[in-house]
């Protein structure tokens, strides 16, 4: 089972919002990674966490919060967003660090009004 | 600073009729090259990794191949449900996330 699920698959939120992104496997992967996508953009990576530690965070803003509870769950916590973070966000997992593949989860698609 | 690019942005075939998408790399260091495909609001599908020149992977009517500096996904007798973008990455800078080459459309008609 390669499956990474996330919820909510939509979400529309105004600029004064707090809302969660969930991302969950039950691989027993030990890397978890948050990306970005704009329409007709490849994924860009936002974070990285590693045996459930934040290893990588691509200067992003600090409007956007990531969580590891465990090594089987990955949130990311969004507050005070602006209209241009609206795209789809992407969770994904991998076996650990070194070049494994990732497995990406469905998206949540954020609107930010 | 690592870079991926692919080719070409956008191509239309018949069904049947059959072809090959680029990707082009410079790294330092290669740790693999994934390959991916994505459907429109979709997450990407993880399709084959390779790590070595000269190494091959088949997955229906795909094969992967990879040299040196380049991989190639060949598509034989495509059918309309292989239309798709389709991403190659890798293992970025002294990061373990992925970057992104920016896809290749690919349309198959029937």
């Known amino acids: 089972d390669t499956e990474v699920t996330q919820t909510p698959k939509h979400l529309v939120m105004g600029m004064t919002n707090k809302k969660s992104l969930k991302c969950e496997q039950h691989?027993?992967?030990?890397?978890m990674y948050w990306y970005k996508q704009k329409a007709k953009k490849p994924p860009e990576l936002m974070f990285v966490?590693?045996?459930?530690?934040?290893?990588i965070n691509e200067s992003v803003p600090s409007r956007f919060s990531p969580e590891c509870p465990n090594s089987s769950l990955l949130n990311l916590h969004l507050h005070a967003l602006q209209p241009e973070d609206s795209a789809l966000y992407l969770c994904?997992?991998?076996?650990?660090?070194?070049?494994?593949?990732?497995?990406f989860g469905p998206g949540t698609r954020l609107t930010v009004t | 600073e690592d870079q991926v690019t692919q080719s070409p942005e956008a191509l239309r075939l018949q069904e049947g009729e059959s072809s090959s998408l680029n990707c082009s790399y410079t790294?330092?260091?290669?740790?693999?090259l994934f390959w991916y495909r994505q459907d429109p609001g979709k997450g990407p599908e993880f399709l084959f990794t390779l790590y070595s020149a000269g190494e091959e992977k088949e997955k229906e009517r795909l094969k992967a191949t990879l040299t040196k500096k380049e991989s190639f996904l060949h598509i034989t007798a495509p059918k309309p449900e292989d239309s798709a973008t389709y991403l190659c990455a890798v293992p970025g800078g002294g990061a373990d996330g992925l970057t992104f080459g920016k896809g290749t459309h690919l349309i198959i008609q029937p």
């Open positions: 790294v330092s260091g290669l740790r693999g």
């Open positions: 966490y590693s045996y459930e530690k934040l290893s």
């Open positions: 691989m027993g992967h030990r890397a």
């Open positions: 994904a997992s991998s076996r650990g660090e070194g070049g494994n593949e990732q497995y």
